[in-house]
Every structure is written in structure tokens, then in C-alpha cells.
């Protein structure tokens, strides 16, 4: 939104963390809080009359009266406005996959329930997100491109393993774990390439995310743990606080997991994964870049276009928030931008 001032509505049952968002927000000079409420109902009847003085919402998932998920189906119907929620993993997991399927952009994870000075930790994360969410084009708001693609399936059934590709990389980030419902779903169980992925996500969620995504998928969708052997018609989900690289093992690839390096600004990281798949599979390995805010996997990008590797990235007419794919095709490392309902498409075309 260029230099214009950002107003946010801040949606949460407790009055201190509705103070501390508060406060918080208003570290930034381009951060306005325009007001505030205490569940979903308060919320819906103010932005009945503000609705169009309202760039960004944040939203607490638990709360009395009208809680997060249904204040996002009967806001987004009615006027969509960009969404960060704001929650605790342990408590709201389910509600937070809910909620992003209703179309809340991305997720800040409260680090506490508790009235204390911990909910300061969040402040840089949050404004960067909520300024991130400011630039969401309405139109794709509530993502119906996704909840209801209408376009078709890809038909491409690959039966035999002759292409280049040995691995398939994904980076994404602010809209991922939407994008990645679309995406995953539409490769046959027969899908002869194991995937990796890294998704931006806070400690406590791709557990859950992976165990959903395995029930809508024919391939089987794991959250990687250490050791485990790359195989055809698997998809690998790094784990929040853990880097996701590979090894060879007699004649396996096997995956390891890592809390370093320590000086990545993620963990997992897009770069620390792109580079490892570089330095086992040489030229064969196809990196993804997709929706998010950020650079995250451009420095990967180049490790593995110098190893002989291709890199496609999301074209912007559908990314939530062009970042990561903007840093990789400004490099001139991206070699096709592909929409994201033609990935899989593409993907099985190439192999």
C-alpha cells in the first residue's frame, strides 16, 4: 500500500492482548489501530458501519458469542478484508485450519494464553505479516481459486520414471497451506517423483497440516522426521523448527533434520533445503517456488540452477503475497512462472 497508513481492527477476548496488539502495531508508523473488539460479534456489527475503514484484520480463533472461523465465513461473504490470526497452536490447531480455508491470509502464533510480557515476542513477525496482508488483493479474497477451483484437474498420468527430475523442492509461505491443499491433491497416487517441502509455519502446526493434507491426497503426506528414506509417491513437510536436508545412505537418499545453521532468518529454511537438494541430486532436481512474503529460497534458487537444476516459480496473477517468487524471477533464476492452478499440470507434463 505504498506509504499509505494501514488501518487495522484488532479481534481478541482479552482486553491485555487487544492492548498489547495494540501497542505493538503502533510501533509502526504506517499502522493505525482503528479499533477493537472482543469476539467475532462485536466485530461483524462494527465492521457493519467501518467496513470500509478497515485494510487488515486480527483475529483471536477462541472467543465467546461468535467465534474466529465463523466471524471469517460471515465476514468474507459479505465483504472480504485480509485476516492474520492470531492463536495458540496447542488450543487451536483444527480451528487454524479452519480459519484458513475461510480465508484468513496467514497466522501469527501467540506464545503464551497468559497476560504476560511474552506477547511482545510476536511484534516484529506480526507487523511484517500485517503489512504483507495489506497488499492482498481483494479478489482473491476468499481465495475461491482455491476452496473452489473451477478449473480442471490435470489428466496426465505418468506411469514411468524416464524424465530428468530425481526430487521435487517446494518453498512457500503466506498462503501456503491453502495453495498446497489445491496443489497436492491433484497428483495421481502413481506420481513417480518424492516432493519436499518447506512451508513458513509455527512450531506445533505442520504436524497436523501434513496428517490433513495426507486425508485430502493419493500421495502419502508426512511431516519428515530423521532418517527416512526418499521414495517415489512420497511428500515430505519439513517440521517448524527444524531444517530439512538430505543425505545419501548406501543407495538411498535418506532425510535429516537439523536445528542448524542458527543464523537463517526461518527454520526450516526454503535456501537451507534448495541447497542440500543441490548437493545430492546435481541436475535433477526441480525447485518451486510459490506464494510469500519475503526471499526466502532465492539464495536456493541459485544452488540449484549452478548444479544444473530448474526452477519454476508461482506467477503473481495468483499469489496471496508475491514475494518469494518476485526475489527468484528479479535474479533471472526462474525458468517458467506458472499460475498456480497450472502447476500440476506443468509438473506432470515435464516429467
Given at each position: 500500500?505504498?506509504?499509505?497508513?494501514?488501518?487495522?481492527?484488532?479481534?481478541?477476548?482479552?482486553?491485555?492482548?487487544?492492548?498489547?496488539?495494540?501497542?505493538?502495531?503502533?510501533?509502526?508508523?504506517?499502522?493505525?489501530?482503528?479499533?477493537?473488539?472482543?469476539?467475532?460479534?462485536?466485530?461483524?456489527?462494527?465492521?457493519?458501519?467501518?467496513?470500509?475503514?478497515?485494510?487488515?484484520?486480527?483475529?483471536?480463533?477462541?472467543?465467546?458469542?461468535?467465534?474466529?472461523?465463523?466471524?471469517?465465513?460471515?465476514?468474507?461473504?459479505?465483504?472480504?478484508?485480509?485476516?492474520?490470526?492470531?492463536?495458540?497452536?496447542?488450543?487451536?490447531?483444527?480451528?487454524?485450519?479452519?480459519?484458513?480455508?475461510?480465508?484468513?491470509?496467514?497466522?501469527?502464533?501467540?506464545?503464551?494464553?497468559?497476560?504476560?510480557?511474552?506477547?511482545?515476542?510476536?511484534?516484529?513477525?506480526?507487523?511484517?505479516?500485517?503489512?504483507?496482508?495489506?497488499?492482498?488483493?481483494?479478489?482473491?479474497?476468499?481465495?475461491?481459486?482455491?476452496?473452489?477451483?473451477?478449473?480442471?484437474?490435470?489428466?496426465?498420468?505418468?506411469?514411468?520414471?524416464?524424465?530428468?527430475?530425481?526430487?521435487?523442492?517446494?518453498?512457500?509461505?503466506?498462503?501456503?497451506?491453502?495453495?498446497?491443499?489445491?496443489?497436492?491433491?491433484?497428483?495421481?497416487?502413481?506420481?513417480?517423483?518424492?516432493?519436499?517441502?518447506?512451508?513458513?509455519?509455527?512450531?506445533?502446526?505442520?504436524?497436523?497440516?501434513?496428517?490433513?493434507?495426507?486425508?485430502?491426497?493419493?500421495?502419502?503426506?508426512?511431516?519428515?522426521?530423521?532418517?527416512e528414506i526418499i521414495c517415489p509417491g512420497m511428500v515430505f513437510i519439513a517440521p517448524a523448527g527444524r531444517h530439512l536436508t538430505f543425505k545419501r545412505q548406501g543407495n538411498n537418499?535418506?532425510?535429516?533434520?537439523?536445528?542448524?545453521?542458527?543464523?537463517?532468518?526461518?527454520?526450516?529454511?526454503?535456501?537451507?533445503?534448495?541447497?542440500?537438494?543441490?548437493?545430492?541430486?546435481?541436475?535433477?532436481?526441480?525447485?518451486?517456488?510459490?506464494?510469500?512474503?519475503?526471499?526466502?529460497?532465492?539464495?536456493?534458487?541459485?544452488?540449484?540452477?549452478?548444479?544444473?537444476?530448474?526452477?519454476?516459480?508461482?506467477?503473481?496473477?495468483?499469489?496471496?503475497?508475491?514475494?518469494?517468487?518476485?526475489?527468484?524471477?528479479?535474479?533471472?533464476?526462474?525458468?517458467?512462472?506458472?499460475?498456480?492452478?497450472?502447476?500440476?499440470?506443468?509438473?506432470?507434463?515435464?516429467?
Amino acid at each position: 500500500m505504498n506509504n499509505k497508513v494501514i488501518r487495522v481492527l484488532v479481534v481478541d477476548d482479552s482486553a491485555y492482548v487487544r492492548k498489547v496488539i495494540k501497542q505493538i502495531l503502533s510501533r509502526s508508523p504506517f499502522i493505525e489501530v482503528v479499533g477493537t473488539a472482543h469476539h467475532g460479534e462485536e466485530a461483524l456489527e462494527k465492521l457493519e458501519l467501518m467496513a470500509d475503514q478497515v485494510d487488515v484484520i486480527t483475529l483471536d480463533l477462541l472467543m465467546p458469542k461468535v467465534d474466529g472461523v465463523e466471524f471469517l465465513h460471515r465476514q468474507m461473504e459479505r465483504h472480504p478484508i485480509p485476516v492474520i490470526i492470531v492463536s495458540i497452536a496447542k488450543v487451536g490447531g483444527e480451528m487454524l485450519l479452519a480459519a484458513l480455508d475461510a480465508g484468513a491470509v496467514d497466522f501469527v502464533h501467540k506464545p503464551t494464553a497468559l497476560a504476560t510480557e511474552k506477547m511482545y515476542e510476536l511484534a516484529d513477525e506480526l507487523i511484517d505479516k500485517v503489512k504483507a496482508a495489506a497488499n492482498v488483493p481483494l479478489k482473491r479474497l476468499p481465495l475461491p481459486f482455491l476452496l473452489k477451483p473451477p478449473y480442471p484437474l490435470p489428466t496426465v498420468k505418468p506411469l514411468n520414471h524416464g524424465s530428468f527430475t530425481d526430487l521435487i523442492v517446494m518453498g512457500i509461505s503466506t498462503g501456503g497451506p491453502q495453495a498446497l491443499t489445491f496443489l497436492i491433491p491433484q497428483l495421481p497416487s502413481n506420481f513417480p517423483i518424492p516432493i519436499a517441502i518447506v512451508l513458513h509455519m509455527p512450531i506445533g502446526y505442520t504436524k497436523m497440516y501434513a496428517e490433513r493434507l495426507d486425508q485430502l491426497s493419493e500421495l502419502k503426506v508426512v511431516e519428515a522426521t530423521d532418517g527416512e528414506i526418499i521414495c517415489p509417491g512420497m511428500v515430505f513437510i519439513a517440521p517448524a523448527g527444524r531444517h530439512l536436508t538430505f543425505k545419501r545412505q548406501g543407495n538411498n537418499v535418506v532425510t535429516h533434520l537439523a536445528a542448524q545453521p542458527f543464523d537463517m532468518p526461518h527454520r526450516p529454511s526454503v535456501d537451507v533445503m534448495f541447497q542440500s537438494a543441490a548437493e545430492v541430486y546435481g541436475n535433477r532436481v526441480l525447485g518451486i517456488v510459490m506464494t510469500g512474503m519475503g526471499s526466502d529460497g532465492k539464495q536456493g534458487a541459485a544452488w540449484i540452477k549452478s548444479s544444473g537444476g530448474s526452477i519454476f516459480t508461482e506467477s503473481e496473477e495468483t499469489c496471496i503475497v508475491y514475494g518469494m517468487p518476485r526475489s527468484v524471477v528479479e535474479s533471472g533464476l526462474s525458468d517458467r512462472q506458472i499460475p498456480l492452478y497450472d502447476i500440476a499440470k506443468t509438473i506432470l507434463e515435464v516429467l
